[in-house]
């Protein structure tokens, strides 16, 4: 079968690294694959940003290269380099979407890789973090292909002398110790490079065996996951070293939220601890990702959603709500010996026409079947020992609850001797504390 064709969007600065980087493509290229140089000017350096685009584009016009200028708008706040990198990472993520199976290339190389290194010893990383750059990776959808890793600047830049590629575009911003990478690039690792016997060579060996050593723990690390049944448990992850717990809490994400974004080191220090105590409660990872524990187990947490919804449940039988909340209703012939905490049954002949769904409102109250006083529906939640955050929607009738899910029924329209009876239950796709729906 013939290989798929494929389309790479190669991030061209004009720079020394990024122009090796389209040259080998271009030579290299198979026919019916796509090539194309992506430009982004940030338009932080004024005319020379300007003048970069400009040779940019005729550099690739010169060698028949398609060429894409893109105009980033860097949001306002504080650290830049990770203000432009965002920018930049959501400038992909439109363009690899107009084009069929695209791979996004860069320039990196064996010197970045090791700044890369030196950089994420100071912010505490573990040896996955350390050899972060990879020849592929895929982040938020975007795959990145990186062929110049393995090469240091000297030999891309002997690359280029050999085609006659004699200048190239030099950042100012990068002469300047204003950022710590600069700092680090421009003063202390050439003074490491001449203390060190081996210098550069060295530290690339030392960074080519953490590679080896990551590549093996991240392996073991999804291989436990993925075969492991009882991977929701608490339990699961009292058992496993720290080493494979913070990496297979990446897999959880994408498993529950599909999104596999670095967690913070104060994220992953939360779930630990959740873990430790074997508490219940929720562990909140970041803004979007949540997860509860309860009963022994780790769910996703899904806040449920605003809504008010009509329900005519002798023509609808089901009712799917946002959250994935299910109602469901049937005719049965009699009561059952006992009755689960999620069914209801009521006399359908003295229920309205119509009943409405909608998640309860703070300082509500219900009737209790049995009871002849309201109550608040806190109170017989906190009795029934649901979470709020899991508790389901209320039923209601004429604006009346008479059901509350998971808690307590109302005491209207209770059955009968002649009552046609008619079952309500409710299904949700996660397990509740305590209760497997």
């Known amino acids: 079968?013939?290989?798929?064709?494929?389309?790479?969007?190669?991030?061209?600065?004009?720079?020394?690294?990024?122009?090796?980087?389209?040259?080998?493509?271009?030579?290299?290229?198979?026919?019916?694959?796509r090539l194309v140089a992506v430009h982004f000017n940030h338009h932080l350096r004024g005319a020379e940003s300007d003048a970069e685009a400009e040779n940019a584009s005729r550099f690739a016009a010169e060698r028949k290269i398609e060429f894409r200028l893109i105009d980033l708008d860097i949001a306002p706040g504080g650290n830049l380099e990770a203000r432009a990198?965002?920018?930049?990472?959501?400038?992909?993520?439109?363009?690899?979407?107009?084009?069929?199976?695209?791979?996004?290339?860069?320039?990196?190389?064996?010197?970045?890789?090791?700044?890369?290194?030196?950089?994420?010893?100071?912010?505490?990383?573990?040896?996955?973090?350390?050899?972060?750059?990879?020849?592929?990776?895929?982040?938020?959808?975007?795959?990145?292909?990186?062929?110049?890793?393995?090469?240091?600047?000297?030999?891309?830049?002997?690359?280029?002398?050999?085609?006659?590629?004699?200048?190239?575009?030099?950042?100012?911003?990068?002469?300047?110790?204003?950022?710590?990478?600069?700092?680090?690039?421009?003063?202390i690792l050439p003074e490491l490079y001449e203390l060190f016997p081996g210098g550069r060579k060295a530290f690339g060996k030392t960074l080519d065996n953490l590679c080896d050593d990551a590549a093996f723990i991240e392996q073991e690390a999804y291989s436990r996951y993925k075969n492991s049944e009882d991977r929701h448990t608490i339990a699961f992850w009292a058992d496993q070293p720290r080493?494979?717990?913070?990496?297979?809490?990446?897999?959880?994400?994408?498993?529950?939220?599909?999104?596999?974004?670095?967690?913070?080191?104060?994220?992953?220090?939360?779930?630990?601890?959740?873990?430790?105590?074997?508490?219940?409660?929720?562990?909140?990872l970041d803004e979007k990702r949540k997860l509860?524990?309860?009963?022994?187990?780790?769910?996703?947490?899904?806040?449920?959603?605003?809504?008010?919804?009509?329900?005519?449940?002798?023509?609808?039988?089901?009712?799917?709500?946002?959250?994935?909340?299910?109602?469901?209703?049937?005719?049965?012939?009699?009561?059952?010996?006992?009755c689960g905490a999620w069914e209801?049954?009521?006399?359908?002949?003295?229920?309205?026409?119509?009943?409405?769904?909608?998640?309860?409102?703070?300082?509500?109250k219900m009737v209790p079947f049995g009871r002849a006083n309201p109550v608040s529906l806190k109170k017989l939640r906190v009795d029934a020992k649901v979470p709020a955050h899991l508790a389901p929607p209320v039923l209601k009738g004429e604006n009346q609850i008479i059901w509350f899910p998971g808690v307590r029924r109302s005491n209207l329209a209770p059955v009968g001797g002649k009552s046609r009876i008619i079952r309500f239950f409710i299904e949700k796709n996660v397990f509740l504390p305590g209760k497997n729906l």
């Open 1 to 33: 079968m013939e290989d798929e064709k494929k389309t790479f969007l190669v991030g061209f600065s004009g720079g020394a690294d990024s122009t090796a980087a389209l040259l080998l493509l271009h030579e290299h290229m198979e026919q019916g694959n």
């Open 292 to 338: 509860y524990f309860a009963d022994g187990k780790i769910h996703p947490f899904e806040p449920i959603a605003k809504f008010d919804l009509s329900w005519d449940f002798r023509r609808q039988p089901e009712l799917v709500l946002p959250g994935k909340w299910t109602f469901r209703c049937e005719m049965v012939k009699a009561l059952p010996e006992t």
């Open 85 to 187: 990198r965002q920018a930049r990472l959501d400038a992909w993520k439109k363009l690899v979407a107009e084009y069929e199976n695209a791979v996004v290339v860069t320039g990196h190389h064996k010197d970045d890789c090791i700044e890369n290194m030196f950089l994420r010893i100071g912010r505490g990383s573990n040896v996955s973090g350390l050899t972060g750059l990879q020849i592929t990776s895929e982040v938020e959808g975007v795959k990145f292909f990186r062929p110049l890793i393995i090469y240091s600047r000297s030999e891309i830049e002997a690359f280029l002398l050999k085609r006659g590629v004699k200048q190239w575009a030099v950042d100012s911003s990068n002469l300047e110790c204003d950022y710590t990478r600069n700092v680090l690039r421009n003063k």
């Open 243 to 284: 080493a494979l717990q913070v990496r297979m809490l990446k897999h959880l994400s994408k498993e529950f939220f599909n999104d596999e974004r670095p967690l913070t080191s104060g994220a992953v220090e939360s779930f630990e601890a959740m873990v430790e105590s074997r508490s219940s409660g929720i562990c909140e």
């Open 344 to 364: 209801a049954f009521f006399d359908m002949d003295a229920l309205p026409e119509t009943l409405t769904v909608t998640p309860a409102s703070p300082g509500e």
